[in-house]
Structures are given as structure tokens and as C-alpha cells.
């Protein structure tokens, strides 16, 4: 029974054990196929690199970011033909080290994909020997760090641009570790103690700071690091060795709770530090000022209580904005006779009279309005006194208001104007008895300026007949004397005939005089420019002999006026500058023009002849009179005369500027086209020489 059972359960003994390799087996494929599926889908990539530098493996993820395929690298290529050449040497150093001393450092380098863009990789290798001890390859895990590397650049270019920043700061700043070593520091902070920023980096703040300063800020430092935010001034000894002021803060650097560091920021004070100093003393003074200015204020306030209280005539008192009376001086009492009782809190219209037929504004609410809004408004009318009496007053109702523009109130400035009012009323009605007796010698006036228009014209007239006669038998006498030797005789004769000749003119001037009062003025645009060629040329031809330079502006202007009255003006002025400029040897005789200010156009005529004394020529636009004797000029001393007339028919003036032998200036305006009222000049500089 033994025997025969041996076989069986050895057989099945053989065959579990068959099976049990079998499953074995599988579990290790299994697992040999999860490691290669690992390998070769890594996150990172893996290479085995032989002593001669040739692929030996490389798992899908790395030629995944190479693209390249196994068919691609089936003949093991040299890793070194997708490496950039400046990395060869570095890679045989490191194989190099690898096969003596088993170990090397990680390597960063630059490869190159199958499309040649770069690929910025980690190299991390570790040894592979057999029995012998003899080096076989290398394995390779190679991380992508193109992400970092870009991280990195943008770190060290915010790392410059903050350094950028913070130079062009004029605060001094830098940063220290809780070690008391300095990890950053602007140029401010450098340059205080003669260093770049980048040699401050890695120092320790003792070897910066003087010795003798240590003691100060040793505890602030310590306390910044305990957490607490240091804040103080201190004067300090600038790099030029001045002394500056400093605004210093110690600020905590917290991190997770825990400080790691401090912030060190000094502000330079100094004209901060000035200009406190300044306004404080300033300040003093001004306080000083606003007490003396108080005391000032205080008596000036006293004064104006008595001076408001002490006035006669006048009084004083305040309402607010509905026109109830909130304040009632002495002065006010004085004047209505109501008690400061009585009126306060009362409307002020109590004061004014029932029927004040006269005042300026009956409705007193309307006589508020425009006070407020005006800020100030006078009204006149019959005021009552606490007897009854009635007085004429004169109110100035004034808005009071604040710095921010509220209305606080209205003050009532009254004064008693009875006295006043009475003579006012005298002077009304002599006023209107005057205006009638004037509006009646008016008429009389115009009557008589009608009349003695009319004797005049008639006078002339009359006399031109005897005239006529005079002449005439001067004449005959003459022709019957022959050539008689009585020369005296002739003598008289000949002053006879001139002096009936000149009175002949003297009449034709009067009849002219008399007719520019009368002709009418036929106002058209008159080109001054030809009107005055065509009166030089008559006076040139009048006078051939004559040595005369004209100097005429080029841009005469158009006027409105009656041509024929305005060129007879003209010819008079121009022959008056001819005949006075006689004895120089060179005559001179100028017209301009210019804008008047006041309106209008102002027109001159200068020359440099004898002129006048401007003192004695008070009657110098006075029919007949003149300012030299006719046997130096000849003339009648009408021409000025019908000037002026002609002037004043245009709305315009005439008056002359001259002194004895220095030339005469004749000044005249004319207004410009179209309807202008009558121009009021002022007095010249020299005098106004008209009617």
C-alpha cells in the first residue's frame, strides 16, 4: 500500500511545482513588461550611453521630444550628433569622470531635435560595471528644463527690471536676512558707503555700519527681527559729509508666519526737516501775530460799538433772512425811538409808514429779494417813530454773508434825509420852472438866430451896391486923373480901391458863412485820395513860383459827407499852410490821418511855416479876425472860419497846435460812414481852439 501510493504524490509533487514556475514565469514577464512600459513611458527621458559615446538605449518619452523613431537610431549613433558642439567637451569630461571615479555632477546642455530646434535638457548619469569591475555604459535620466529655464530669465529680468525700479529710487533701500547678511540693496543704499549694489550683496550690516552707530541701531534691528515694525528719525553724515536728516524703517519680512528678514528703508528729510522748522517758527509768529491781530480786532470792535452807537443821522440795525429784526442798537433806538424790547424779533416793515407814497419799493418782501440777491439795494421812503412822526429815510439794505457764501443776515443802514426830502422838493419845482423858462428862451433864440440870419444875408446884400459904386468911380477917377504927378492923390486912391476890393471879400465870406448854416449836407462816400490831388493842383498853379514839398499819406480813406463843402474845407486849410510858409525857402506842408480812439477818423494838415502864438489865439475860428497883419499876409480871416463851419456841418471838430515860428498843425475828425453822434474830445495838450 505504501509502495504504491509513492508515485502518485510524487507525480503530483512535480506537477504543482510545474505550475507553480509557470505562474512565476508569467508574473515576471508581467512585470518586466509593466518596468519596459515604465521605461520607456517615463515622464523623463532615459538614456544608456556607452564609453565610446554611442546610444546603447534610449526610451520612447526622449525620442518622443527628439523626433526621432528606433528605426532612426537602430545603428546606435553617437549622442554627440543631436548635442550642440560647444557640449562636446563637457560631455567627454563627464564620461570621462564617470569611468574613473563613478560619479559626476549633473550637466545642463543644449540638444537638438530632428527639426533643429533647441531642447534645454539635465543630464543626472550613474555607472554601469560588470563582474570585472569594467565600466559598460552609463544610464541617463534626462529632464526637459526648458520650462525652468525660461522661469529663471524671467526671474533674473524682474530681478533687473526691480533693480531698474528701485535706483531710480531716492530712498536708500536694501533687504537682510534674519543672519544680518544683505540680499539686496539699490544704488541709494550702495553709494552711501561707496560700494556698487551688486558688491553690497553678501555682506554682513556690521561690516557696513560704523562702529559708533552700532549701539543705536542694534536694538531697533533686533526688534524689527522679533517681529516689530522700527520707525524713527536720526541725522546721519551724507557721503559728501554733510549732515542730512533720515526718516529710517525697520519692516518685518514674514513669511509662513515666521520672520525671515528685514526691510530697511531711509528717507532723506532734511528739506522736510527745513521747511517744519521753518513753519514752526513761522507758526509761532503768526500766533503771535493773531493775538496782537485779536486784541486789534477787540478794539476795533469796541470802537465801532461806540461809533454805532454814537451817530446822529444815522442808525444801524440787523434782520435776518425773513426780515425780522435780530439785533437793535442805541443808534437805532435814537433815531425810531422804539426800545431794543420792542424790535427784537419783530419784522422791521413795523417801522415803515402806512402810505408811503413815494418810497421806491412799496412791497418790503420784494425789497429783501433784491438785497439778497444783489448783495445790496437802497430804498427811500417815510419811516415811523414810536410817537407817530414820520421822517424821510434813506435805507441801504446789505447781504452778510460767510467765507463759504451763506447768508448770515442783512444790515439797515438808515439815515434821516427830511431835510433832504424838503429841499428836494424846492429844487423840483424851481427845476421845472426853470426848464419851462429855458425851453422859452429856447424859442426866443431860435427866433432871433432866424432874424439875424436873415439881417445878415440882407446886410450883405445891401452893402455889395455901394461897394459896387465905390469902385466903379475910383475907377473913372483914375482914368480922368491920366498921368497926373500928384501922387499922393493916387496913393488914396489905390487904398481906396483895395479897401473896397478886400471889404467886398469880407461880404462874399459873410454870405458864405451865412450859407454853410443853411445848405444842406448832401451826405456820399468821398474818396479823399483824388479830391485832395485836384486842391493841390489849383493851389500849384496859383502859385508856380512856389518851392512846396507835399508829403501825403498813400491810404486816405473813403468818408461819408457833401463833397463840394468838404473839399471847399480842405482848400481853405491847404492855402492857409501855402500863404504862412511863404518865407521858408523850403515849404513843407504834410497830411495824414489816423483812427480815433473815441471813434471816427482824426485828419491833420502840418507845416513848417511862422505859425502863432497859441495863447493869444483864443478867436482864431472867429470870422475876420486873424493872427498876422494883412500887409505880411493878405487875407480877410474868413477861411478858417468857413473850415470850422463846414467841420461842425460833418459832426466833426477842428482845433490847431502850433507856436510862434515852429509851425502849425490843424487837427480835424470826421466820423465814419454812416449816422455817429457828435465826438467829445478832450482838451490837447496845448488847448482846444474852437467856439
Not at 460799538?305 to 435780530?326: H, N, P, T, W
Not at 422804539?338 to 413795523?350: A, N, V
Not at 465905390?470 to 501922387?487: N, Q, R, Y
Not at 461842425?648 to 502849425?664: F, M, Q, V, Y
Amino acid at each position: 500500500m505504501q509502495t504504491s501510493d509513492c508515485p502518485d504524490q510524487t507525480t503530483s509533487a512535480v506537477a504543482d511545482t510545474t505550475l507553480s514556475a509557470d505562474a512565476r514565469i508569467k508574473e515576471l514577464e508581467q512585470a518586466l513588461a509593466r518596468a519596459q512600459s515604465l521605461y520607456e513611458q517615463a515622464p523623463c527621458g532615459y538614456l544608456s550611453i556607452d564609453a565610446d559615446l554611442r546610444v546603447v538605449n534610449i526610451n520612447q518619452t526622449l525620442m518622443g521630444w527628439l523626433g526621432f523613431s528606433k528605426v532612426d537610431l537602430s545603428g546606435q549613433p553617437q549622442v554627440l550628433s543631436f548635442v550642440d558642439p560647444e557640449w562636446h567637451p563637457a560631455i567627454r569630461t563627464r564620461m570621462a569622470e564617470l569611468s574613473e571615479q563613478g560619479e559626476s555632477t549633473a550637466l545642463e546642455l543644449t540638444i537638438r531635435r530632428r527639426d533643429g530646434s533647441p531642447l534645454h535638457a539635465l543630464f543626472s548619469s550613474t555607472p554601469v560595471w560588470d563582474e570585472s569591475g569594467n565600466f559598460l555604459y552609463c544610464n541617463t535620466m534626462v529632464q526637459d528644463i526648458g520650462a525652468r529655464r525660461a522661469v529663471e530669465r524671467q526671474l533674473a529680468a524682474h530681478d533687473g527690471f526691480l533693480q531698474t525700479i528701485t535706483d531710480r529710487i531716492p530712498a536708500r533701500l536694501a533687504y537682510y536676512d534674519k543672519d544680518l547678511i544683505c540680499r539686496f540693496s539699490n544704488s541709494a543704499h550702495a553709494n552711501r558707503y561707496g560700494k556698487l549694489a551688486s558688491e553690497m550683496v553678501g555682506s554682513h550690516l556690521c561690516d557696513v555700519v560704523r562702529p559708533e552707530l552700532l549701539p543705536e541701531i542694534m536694538p531697533r534691528v533686533a526688534g524689527a527681527l522679533n517681529g516689530e515694525w522700527q520707525t524713527f528719525d536720526a541725522e546721519r553724515e551724507a557721503s559728501d559729509g554733510a549732515r542730512a536728516h533720515y526718516q529710517i524703517h525697520y519692516i518685518p519680512d514674514f513669511q509662513n508666519g515666521v520672520v525671515e528678514g528685514i526691510f530697511i528703508e531711509l528717507h532723506d528729510i532734511t528739506d522736510r526737516k527745513r521747511t517744519e522748522d521753518f513753519v514752526l517758527e513761522a507758526n509761532r509768529d503768526l500766533e503771535e501775530r493773531v493775538r496782537e491781530r485779536s486784541a486789534e480786532l477787540f478794539q476795533s470792535e469796541q470802537r465801532y460799538r461806540l461809533m454805532v452807537d454814537a451817530i446822529q443821522d444815522y442808525c444801524i440795525y440787523f434782520v435776518d433772512a425773513d426780515g425780522i429784526v435780530s439785533d437793535w442798537t442805541e443808534s437805532a433806538q435814537r433815531l425810531h425811538g422804539h426800545r431794543r424790547s420792542q424790535m427784537l424779533g419783530k419784522p422791521y416793515t413795523q417801522l415803515l409808514a402806512a402810505g408811503n407814497g413815494g418810497e421806491d419799493e412799496v412791497d418790503a418782501a420784494q425789497v429783501m429779494r433784491l438785497a439778497q440777491a444783489h448783495g445790496q439795494w437802497e430804498t427811500r421812503g417815510w419811516r415811523l417813530r414810536d410817537d407817530g412822526s414820520r421822517f424821510w429815510a434813506h435805507t441801504v439794505l446789505t447781504a452778510l454773508r460767510n467765507e463759504a457764501g451763506e447768508l448770515q443776515g442783512l444790515s439797515a443802514i438808515t439815515r434821516d434825509m427830511t431835510a433832504a426830502k424838503s429841499l428836494e422838493d424846492v429844487m423840483n419845482d424851481l427845476n421845472r420852472e426853470l426848464e419851462k423858462r429855458v425851453a422859452e428862451r429856447t424859442q426866443q433864440l431860435v427866433a432871433a438866430n432866424k432874424d439875424l440870419d436873415v439881417f445878415s444875408h440882407m446886410v450883405s446884400h445891401d452893402l455889395r451896391a455901394p461897394l459896387r459904386h465905390i469902385a466903379s468911380f475910383v475907377s473913372l477917377l483914375i482914368e480922368h486923373m491920366g498921368e497926373t504927378t500928384d501922387k499922393l492923390a493916387m496913393q488914396y486912391l489905390s487904398s481906396i480901391a483895395k479897401s473896397s476890393k478886400r471889404m467886398s471879400h469880407m461880404i462874399e465870406g459873410l454870405l458864405e458863412y451865412a450859407r454853410l448854416g443853411r445848405v444842406a449836407v448832401e451826405a456820399q462816400p468821398v474818396p479823399l485820395a483824388p479830391l485832395l490831388e485836384s486842391v493841390m493842383a489849383h493851389l500849384k498853379q496859383e502859385n508856380p513860383e512856389r518851392s512846396i514839398e507835399w508829403v501825403i499819406e498813400e491810404d486816405l480813406p473813403v468818408v461819408r459827407g457833401d463833397a463840394m463843402l468838404l473839399a471847399q474845407a480842405w482848400s481853405n486849410l491847404l492855402g492857409n499852410s501855402v500863404k504862412y510858409t511863404r518865407p521858408r525857402e523850403q515849404a513843407r506842408i504834410e497830411v495824414g490821418w489816423k483812427v480815433n480812439p473815441v471813434g471816427g477818423r482824426t485828419f491833420y494838415v502840418r507845416d513848417n511855416g511862422v505859425g502863432f502864438d497859441l495863447a493869444k489865439a483864443h478867436n482864431l475860428f472867429v470870422m475876420f479876425q486873424r493872427q498876422h497883419h494883412s500887409m505880411d499876409f493878405e487875407g480877410t480871416g474868413t477861411g478858417l472860419a468857413l473850415a470850422q463851419r463846414i467841420i461842425e456841418r460833418h459832426n466833426g471838430r477842428i482845433w490847431a497846435e502850433t507856436s510862434l515860428d515852429e509851425g502849425c498843425t490843424f487837427f480835424f475828425t470826421l466820423p465814419f460812414e454812416g449816422l455817429e453822434p457828435e465826438l467829445d474830445f478832450p482838451r490837447s495838450a496845448m488847448a482846444e481852439l474852437s467856439l
